[in-house]
Structure formats: C-alpha cells, structure tokens
Nanobody, 118 residues
Framework: QVQLVESGGGLVQPGGSLRLSCATS????????MGWYRQAPGEQRELVAT???????NYADSVKGRFTISRDNAKNTIYLQMSSLKPDDTAVYYC????????????WGRGAQVTVSS
C-alpha cells in the first residue's frame, strides 16, 4: 500500500520561505516521477514542480527561480523549498507519485495548506 504524507505547510508572510516534505511508504515500482501540485480555492489543481526518476526537474513558470524540488532517496522523501512567497502561492499543496505498472497510476497525498498573508 503506497502512502504519501505531506508536512511543513503553514502561514507565512509575503517574501517568506517554507519547506514542504512528502514522505512515502510502500514500494513505488515503476516510478516515473514525483512532484508537487497545488489547488487554490475555486481553481483547478495545477502542476508546481516535478522530479523524474532520473533526477530531471520541471517547474511551472510562476515558481521558477523561487521554488526548488529535491529528493532524498535514503529517506524516501521529496521536498519543495519555497522562497519569496507571494499571496498568489496560497493553496493546498499535494504530493504526487506517478508510476507505470503496467499503466500510469497516480498516487496522491492528502495535501498541506500553505497560506501567504500579512
């Protein structure tokens, strides 16, 4: 049974920083990539950043230069370091794992609230 558990969300002032963590349990056979998505109230879920099994990263234009995705394979954990946060970054952030087994399967965490406000 695969489980993804996010942590590290909270309230931060504009210009501040936060680091999200996503701890995984269970085996992710056929892992293609892991990533972070976010969903603001009344909006669709959108991609924030992904990191492939080979280590390549991809970012939404809105977070390039401000957010960094990384992983610690020994801890089965990925991170999202967020800096220069803006009110528009306010959303629930979801951790995702995409595997091929033998078709594409997406696993999701329950989400972590990030609120950027003064």
């Amino acid at each position: 049974q695969v489980q993804l558990v996010e942590s590290g969300g909270g309230l931060v002032q504009p210009g501040g920083s936060l680091r999200l963590s996503c701890a995984t349990s269970g085996r992710l056979f056929g892992l293609i990539a892991m990533g972070w998505y976010r969903q603001a109230p009344g909006e669709q879920r959108e991609l924030v950043a992904t990191i492939t099994n080979g280590g390549s990263t991809n970012y939404a234009d809105s977070v390039k230069g401000r957010f960094t995705i990384s992983r610690d394979n020994a801890k089965n954990t990925i991170y999202l370091q967020m800096s220069s946060l803006k009110p528009d970054d306010t959303a629930v952030y979801y951790c995702n794992a995409r595997v091929w087994s033998p078709h594409v399967i997406d696993y999701w965490g329950r989400g972590a609230q990030v609120t950027v406000s003064s």
